[in-house]
C-alpha cells in the first residue's frame, strides 16, 4: 500500500464527511456519538487494511460500529439509525455480512473473536475493544485464553480515557512508531534468527529481549498484554491515519496474537462532545448547533435518586452501586453528595452484586442500580452471593420492559423471570412515580431478604388519585363486572388508557394495580377471583415465567380451578424503535392491546 501524502489527504477528507454525518444523524435519532467520532480514523485505517468481510472484525462495545457502518455500504441509509426497520444501533450478523457477531454487551467481543479465529484459522480476526471493556471479567479471562493458543487475532484497545503525560506521550509516539517501522521489524528478526542458533545464541537472545522488554516498559503503559503471550504494539496516535496504517500492516503481517495500544479522543472532532464527552456518549436527539436537549418530565430515575439522597441523609449505612452507568441510573446527585458511599465498579455486574453483598452481611444498606438487560450478566452472584444467603440487598432494575431505540440486546424483558425464578427475593414493580417513591422510603428499613425494584424508562405516569403503596396489597382502580383486569409496572398507564374503547365493546371490568409481584396478594385472589368470568394478567415483560405465572403457580397450589390469560411478550428478539411504536406492535398497547383481550375473551365463544 502507497503511503503518499494524496492518499492521506483522501482518507482525511472522508474523515470529516463521516464527522458531519455522525453528528447530523445522531441530532436527530439520538445515540452513541461521542465514541464513534473518536474511533472515525481507527475503523478507516482497519477497512483500508483488512480484507473484510474476509477478514472479520468484531467491536467491544458495538455502540462504536457506526463508522463501520457508513464503510460497509449502510451509508445511504444511515438516516434510518435506530428508527423502526432502520440501521440498527449494534451490530448484528441479520443486518450486513461484514457484522460478524452480535455486539451490544460488553465482554463479548474477545471470547466471539477467539472462538472464531480457531474456525478461520486462514483469516484475521480484529477485535477493537473499548477501554472500558477491556476491564470486564469476560474480557480478561479471553485475553488470558487467546495469549496461550490463538495467532491469528489482532486485539486492539481503544483507549479514549487513559491520560498520557506530555513528555512520555511524545516518547510513546516516537517508540510507537519505531516498534513497527520496517527497520526496526527487520533488525529484530534479522538478529532473533542468527542468535538463536546454540546455547550462547540463546542466552544472547533472552538478554535482548529482557532489554527490549525493558525499553518497552520504560517508554510505554504498563502492560500485561505481553505477560500473556501478545506481541506488544503502540501506543498509537488513534487519529494519524499514517500511522495507524503502517501499524495496522505491521501487525497483519506479524505471528500472533498482537495486542495494540491505540490513544484517542473520545468527541473527536465536535467541539460541542469533546467538551462534554459522558453527555454525548449516549445522547437523546438535540441541537447540533447548541447541543441542547430537550428537556424531559420527571422520570423513574430521577424519583429514584431523588429519594435515595433524602433516606441517605439520614442513614449513613445507605450505600449506592452501580456499574459504569452513575448518572443514566439516576445517581449523580447521591455521587456529589455522598462520594464515599456511591461505587461505580465499572463494566462488571456480577462483581456489583457480590460487593453489595459483602456490604450486606457487613450491616449496610447497598442500593445496586443496572439497567434491566446488565443484570443478565450477574446471574450466578445473583443466586450464590444473594438468595442463598437471603441477603438485604435492594435491587433498583431500571430500563425494565421494551426500551426501544437501543434494540433487541437491551430490551429489559428477562428481569422478571430471573428474579421470581430465584427463592428469597421480593419484587415489585411500581405503577406510578407515587408508588415508587413510597417504596424507596420504605426499603431503608427493609431486611427480610433481596429486595427487587423494576421501572420502564422514561416519564413517571401519575393518576389523579394517588396510590398508597403497601407490600403485598393490590389496589382496585376502576370497579366492574365479568372482567378482572390485572396490571403491574407500566401495564397500568396502557390499561387505563384505553379503559373507554374496552367499555365500548362491551369488555369493560374491574381494573387493578398490581404493583407487589412476590408476596402477591393473595387475600385479594383468594377472594376475589370466583366473582369473575375472565382473569387478565399484564406485565411488559417475557410473558413465561412472569407475573401471570407466578399467580398460575399460587392458585395451582391452592388447588384453584381458574383460568388464567397471561398478556405480555412472547417473543424475545424485540428490534430497535420507538418505544411506544414497539409496545403498540407487540400487542401492549392501544388498538393492537384491545384486540388481545377480545380475542381471548371472544374468540373462545
Not at 467541539?271 to 441542547?292: C, V, Y
Not at 418530565?297 to 439522597?309: A, H, K, M, P, Q
Request: charged letters at 25%; aromatic letters at 8%.
Amino acid at each position: 500500500m502507497k503511503l503518499d501524502k494524496e492518499y492521506i489527504e483522501k482518507l482525511q477528507k472522508e474523515s470529516e464527511k463521516i464527522r458531519e454525518t455522525l453528528v447530523e444523524t445522531t441530532s436527530k435519532n439520538g445515540g452513541h456519538l461521542a465514541p464513534n467520532l473518536g474511533i472515525v480514523e481507527l475503523t478507516q485505517a482497519i477497512h483500508e487494511v483488512f480484507n473484510l468481510p474476509k477478514d472479520k472484525l468484531l467491536f467491544d462495545v458495538g455502540h462504536q460500529s457506526y463508522v463501520h457502518k457508513l464503510l460497509t455500504g449502510r451509508d445511504n441509509n444511515f438516516k434510518t439509525l435506530r428508527t423502526k426497520g432502520g440501521i440498527g444501533p449494534f451490530l448484528d450478523p441479520k443486518e450486513s455480512k461484514y457484522d460478524f457477531f452480535i455486539a451490544g454487551h460488553a465482554g463479548s467481543a474477545l471470547s466471539a473473536g477467539a472462538g472464531i479465529a480457531v474456525a478461520n484459522p486462514k483469516d484475521k480476526v480484529i477485535v477493537v475493544v473499548g477501554d472500558a471493556s477491556i476491564a470486564n471479567g469476560n474480557s480478561l479471562e479471553a485475553l488470558n485464553n487467546i495469549g496461550e493458543n490463538i495467532k491469528n487475532i489482532i486485539v486492539i484497545l481503544n483507549d479514549n480515557e487513559m491520560s498520557i503525560g506530555k513528555n512520555v506521550g511524545s516518547l510513546s509516539s516516537f517508540f510507537g512508531r519505531l516498534m513497527v517501522s520496517n527497520t526496526y521489524m527487520s533488525i529484530r528478526n534479522d538478529i532473533r534468527g542468527i542468535v538463536s542458533k546454540g546455547k550462547v545464541g540463546n542466552q544472547v537472545k533472552n538478554f535482548l529481549e529482557r532489554i527490549e522488554t525493558s525499553v518497552k516498559q520504560f517508554f510505554l503503559p504498563s502492560s500485561i498484554s505481553e505477560v500473556l503471550g501478545y506481541q506488544f504494539l503502540g501506543v498509537i496516535d488513534g487519529h494519524n491515519l499514517e500511522d495507524l496504517v503502517k501499524t495496522l500492516e505491521a501487525a497483519k503481517e506479524m505471528e500472533g496474537p498482537v495486542f495494540i495500544h491505540v490513544k484517542t479522543e473520545k468527541g473527536k472532532g465536535y467541539q460541542l462532545a469533546e467538551e462534554n464527552k459522558e453527555k454525548f456518549h449516549g445522547i437523546s436527539p438535540f441541537n447540533p448547533k447548541t447541543g441542547e436537549v430537550k428537556s424531559g418530565d420527571r422520570t423513574y430515575s430521577n424519583i429514584f435518586g431523588i429519594e435515595l439522597v433524602r433516606i441517605a441523609e439520614k442513614d449513613e449505612d445507605i450505600f449506592a452501586i452501580s456499574a459504569a452507568m452513575i448518572k443514566g441510573t439516576g445517581l449523580g446527585k447521591f455521587k456529589k453528595e455522598f462520594p464515599n458511599r456511591c461505587i461505580d465498579v465499572g463494566i462488571a455486574e456480577g462483581h456489583a452484586v457480590t460487593f453489595a453483598g459483602g456490604l450486606a452481611i457487613s450491616g449496610k444498606k447497598p442500593y445496586i442500580a443496572i439497567y434491566s438487560t446488565f443484570f443478565q450478566r450477574a446471574l450466578d452472584q445473583m443466586i450464590h452471593d444473594v438468595a442463598l444467603q437471603n441477603l438485604p440487598v435492594r435491587f433498583i432494575v431500571d430500563r425494565a420492559g421494551i426500551v426501544g431505540e437501543d434494540g433487541k440486546t437491551h430490551q429489559g424483558i428477562h428481569d422478571l423471570r430471573i428474579f421470581l425464578g430465584m427463592p428469597n427475593y421480593t419484587v415489585l414493580a411500581p405503577t406510578t412515580g407515587t408508588e415508587l417513591e413510597d417504596i424507596i422510603k420504605l426499603s431503608g428499613e427493609f431486611n427480610e431478604g433481596p429486595l427487587v425494584v423494576r421501572f420502564p424508562r422514561g416519564t413517571a405516569y401519575e393518576m389523579e388519585n394517588k396510590i398508597k403503596f403497601k407490600l403485598g396489597k393490590w389496589n382496585e382502580i376502576i370497579s366492574g363486572n365479568n372482567n378482572l383486569y390485572l396490571a403491574t409496572g407500566a401495564m397500568l398507564k396502557e390499561l387505563l388508557e384505553i379503559k373507554d374503547q374496552l367499555k365500548d365493546k362491551n369488555l369493560d371490568g374491574t381494573i387493578v394495580s398490581c404493583t407487589s409481584i412476590r408476596p402477591l396478594d393473595e387475600k385479594y385472589i383468594l377472594s376475589e377471583f370466583s366473582k369473575y368470568e375472565n382473569i387478565f394478567t399484564f406485565e411488559d415483560a417475557y410473558e413465561k415465567g412472569g407475573f401471570g405465572t407466578e399467580i398460575l403457580e399460587f392458585i395451582n397450589e391452592k388447588k384453584i380451578n381458574i383460568k388464567i390469560n397471561i398478556i405480555g411478550l412472547d417473543n424475545i428478539s424485540i428490534p430497535h424503535g420507538s418505544r411506544n411504536i414497539l409496545l403498540e406492535d407487540f400487542g401492549l398497547r392501544g388498538q393492537k392491546l384491545i384486540e388481545r383481550i377480545e380475542e381471548k375473551i371472544n374468540g373462545k365463544k
